[in-house]
């Protein structure tokens, strides 16, 4: 029986996901969504990239979600529990507000968590779901829905949200990004299931190396081979091919560095 429960729950949680994934979608390409739509088109996403990532927009209005969610008959309890609201005695309001909206999906392309950024220079610059009963940061990897059925034979592994949108963008479709922690042994098993080889795009300032130097163990132990991508003078991914374009940073991907001389 309480397996039987906890089943009942993970799907109803996926179903609450799914609709904030929509209202979202939604809600980039109304009026009030202007400027989230304006703010990807600066960072020269196309239509068919902001689609196949289902980005979106929360409203300024602290509670709009919420409303809506109550509006399809969900139950305040599950609400809570799916990260996506705040309960509290003075009110109930949402976890997200005023952000781009970066719908978290699992291999098999469902919803289980969001990514949040801020528009201008608001902290935190991103915020995530919190873990919840579908959503563990430390099992699941960004953009891997899509990164899984690429015919390359290693996988990008880089920082952030946008920088593995620009990846896809260019036509690097196996490109894929830990969620706002570091790489984890958990992690490096998911990506062994996947590929023997991964490269390392993280930015090429200090924590960006350090990240690098932190994650090559973690990868060896797994079985997986590392190499490491040079992005300089770029800061990171996204930056380089706006830059340099995708012929250039096909060719940065071929001469990734081997991980022991990258160590030394």
């Not at 969900?74 to 005023?98: I, P």
């Not at 922690?181 to 490269?199: F, G, P, W």
Request: aromatic letters at 12%; glycine letters at 8%.
């Amino acid at each position: 029986k309480e397996e039987r429960d906890r089943a009942d729950k993970r799907s109803a949680l996926l179903e609450v996901n799914k609709l904030a994934a929509n209202y979202f979608y939604y809600q980039l390409r109304q009026p009030q969504g202007k400027a989230g739509y304006e703010y990807f088109r600066r960072r020269e996403l196309t239509e068919e990239t902001i689609r196949r990532f289902g980005l979106g927009y929360a409203n300024k209005t602290s509670d709009d979600l919420y409303r809506y969610l109550k509006s399809k008959g969900y139950q305040d309890g599950l609400l809570k529990e799916s990260g996506l609201v705040t309960l509290e005695e003075r009110g109930s309001y949402d976890k997200f507000w005023n952000r781009v909206m970066f719908p978290i999906m699992d291999p098999n392309s469902r919803v289980i968590g969001f990514g949040g950024r801020v528009m201008g220079d608001g902290e935190p610059k991103y915020l995530n779901s919190p873990e919840t009963l579908i959503f563990d940061k430390g099992r699941n990897l960004y953009g891997l829905n899509y990164a899984r059925t690429s015919r390359e034979k290693s996988l990008l592994v880089c920082e952030g949200y946008m920088d593995v949108i620009a990846m896809h963008q260019a036509g690097f479709t196996n490109a894929v990004a830990s969620l706002g922690t570091a790489l984890t042994s958990r992690h490096a098993a998911l990506l062994k299931r996947y590929t023997e080889q991964v490269i390392l795009t993280y930015d090429s300032d200090g924590a960006g190396v350090k990240a690098a130097l932190r994650a090559i163990p973690i990868l060896r132990e797994a079985g997986v081979s590392a190499r490491v991508l040079d992005l300089r003078p770029y800061k990171d991914p996204d930056e380089f091919i706006k830059n340099k374009g995708k012929d250039e940073f096909k060719k940065r991907v071929d001469g990734a560095r081997n991980s022991f001389l990258f160590e030394i």
